[in-house]
């Protein structure tokens, strides 16, 4: 056959023909002779074969290399192995596409013939990259959203009660980390302002300073009115307007403290002059009580009082009627 030819050629050729008898070369090592003795194994079976035997041949030592992007590295490593290919990771980069621990590249690419125990190198994906989270705290909600979404977060705005930021402005966010991986969602805590409260229900005996001081601890406006009571002692809280344990009260709003001064004062009247019976009947419409009268037997004219007429006292006082 031409094989053989080129063979009984070769041979020729390496023992040539000189005068004083075939001089043949040096003897290769015998690594050298196998290697060649395998490739004129393969050609002489390739040229046996022909045409379509010889692709059939080519076929049997190559591999394809499977379709792994996108795939897990556990996955891929079970489809190289089918395939007859070693896999080796040659790098990791981050990707908003393909999750963490996927595959990202291949190299050969996808569909390439390549001969069997090949190695074939991937760039597996370490997920979406990192980015900085802007300071939102302070700004108006709407601008903190669109700051937020500009560096490609996903924000959620919802609204929570806070006693020093104003509504409407940010109070921070959560989780309150200083990065996020791309795309990552976090919400946007918008203030409303202070939570509503509950006014207290103030028991006997509480003064107005410590009711003053309770409410503006809850940040509430407390005004003092006072007011007659024969029950409270003056100076001790009656009522609040609103009453005590009102709650959802705004922050700020007014409350109205009922303070007592006391039972209401009566002037004791002047009924010097008048007759006696006269007299006892005005100081007894004024709420006194006529005690006593001092005086000569028989007088018929009153004279004074004690208390002295003008005097302020509380309503059911004692008085002592003088007449001459």
Same mark, same amino acid.
């Given at each position: 056959?031409?094989?053989?030819?080129?063979?009984?050629?070769?041979?020729?050729? /390496?023992?040539?023909?000189?005068?004083?008898?075939?001089?043949?070369?040096?003897?290769?090592?015998?690594?050298?002779?196998?290697?060649?003795?395998?490739?004129?194994?393969?050609?002489?079976?390739?040229?046996?074969?022909?045409?379509?035997?010889?692709? @059939?041949?080519?076929? /049997?030592?190559?591999?394809?290399?499977?379709?792994?992007?996108?795939?897990?590295?556990?996955?891929?490593?079970?489809?190289?192995?089918?395939?007859?290919?070693?896999?080796?990771?040659?790098?990791?980069?981050?990707?908003?596409?393909? !999750?963490?621990?996927?595959?990202?590249?291949?190299?050969?690419?996808?569909?390439?013939?390549?001969?069997?125990?090949?190695?074939?190198?991937?760039?597996?994906?370490?997920?979406?990259?990192?980015?900085?989270?802007?300071?939102?705290?302070?700004?108006?909600? /709407?601008?903190?959203?669109?700051?937020?979404?500009?560096?490609?977060?996903?924000?959620?705005?919802?609204?929570?009660?806070?006693?020093?930021?104003?509504?409407?402005?940010?109070?921070?966010?959560?989780?309150?980390?200083?990065?996020?991986?791309?795309?990552?969602?976090?919400?946007?805590?918008?203030?409303?302002?202070?939570? !509503? @409260?509950?006014?207290?229900?103030?028991?006997?005996?509480?003064?107005?300073?410590?009711?003053?001081?309770?409410?503006?601890?809850?940040?509430?406006?407390?005004?003092?009115?006072?007011?007659?009571?024969?029950?409270?002692?003056?100076?001790?809280?009656? /009522?609040?307007?609103?009453?005590?344990?009102?709650?959802?009260?705004?922050?700020?709003?007014?409350?109205? @403290?009922?303070?007592?001064?006391?039972?209401?004062?009566?002037?004791?009247?002047?009924?010097?002059?008048?007759?006696?019976?006269?007299?006892?009947?005005?100081?007894?419409?004024?709420?006194?009580?006529?005690?006593?009268?001092?005086? !000569?037997?028989?007088?018929?004219?009153?004279?004074?009082?004690?208390?002295?007429?003008?005097?302020?006292?509380?309503?059911?006082?004692?008085?002592?009627?003088?007449?001459?």
């Amino acid at each position: 056959s031409t094989g053989l030819g080129l063979a009984r050629v070769s041979a020729d050729e /390496a023992g040539g023909t000189g005068g004083e008898g075939p001089v043949g070369p040096r003897p290769a090592p015998r690594r050298h002779r196998h290697r060649g003795r395998r490739a004129l194994a393969v050609a002489a079976t390739l040229v046996a074969l022909g045409g379509a035997g010889a692709a @059939v041949y080519l076929v /049997a030592l190559t591999r394809t290399v499977p379709h792994l992007v996108g795939a897990s590295l556990v996955a891929a490593r079970s489809e190289a192995r089918k395939a007859g290919l070693h896999l080796v990771v040659a790098g990791r980069r981050h990707s908003i596409r393909v !999750p963490a621990g996927d595959v990202l590249e291949v190299s050969p690419g996808p569909g390439s013939r390549v001969r069997r125990g090949a190695t074939v190198h991937l760039v597996v994906s370490s997920g979406a990259p990192f980015v900085a989270v802007p300071k939102v705290s302070g700004a108006p909600g /709407a601008d903190a959203v669109s700051t937020l979404r500009k560096v490609h977060l996903v924000p959620k705005v919802t609204k929570v009660y806070d006693l020093t930021v104003p509504p409407g402005r940010v109070v921070g966010t959560s989780p309150g980390a200083t990065s996020l991986r791309y795309g990552s969602g976090l919400v946007v805590e918008v203030s409303k302002g202070p939570a !509503p @409260v509950t006014i207290p229900a103030f028991g006997s005996g509480t003064s107005w300073s410590s009711a003053q001081s309770a409410l503006e601890g809850l940040r509430l406006k407390p005004v003092e009115a006072l007011a007659y009571s024969t029950k409270v002692p003056a100076g001790d809280v009656i /009522a609040t307007s609103p009453a005590g344990g009102t709650a959802g009260v705004h922050v700020a709003s007014t409350v109205t @403290v009922s303070v007592s001064r006391g039972p209401r004062l009566v002037a004791v009247p002047s009924v010097a002059g008048a007759p006696i019976a006269q007299a006892v009947a005005a100081l007894r419409k004024a709420g006194l009580v006529v005690t006593e009268q001092i005086g !000569p037997p028989f007088a018929t004219k009153a004279t004074t009082t004690q208390p002295a007429p003008g005097a302020e006292v509380r309503p059911g006082t004692n008085v002592t009627l003088y007449v001459a």
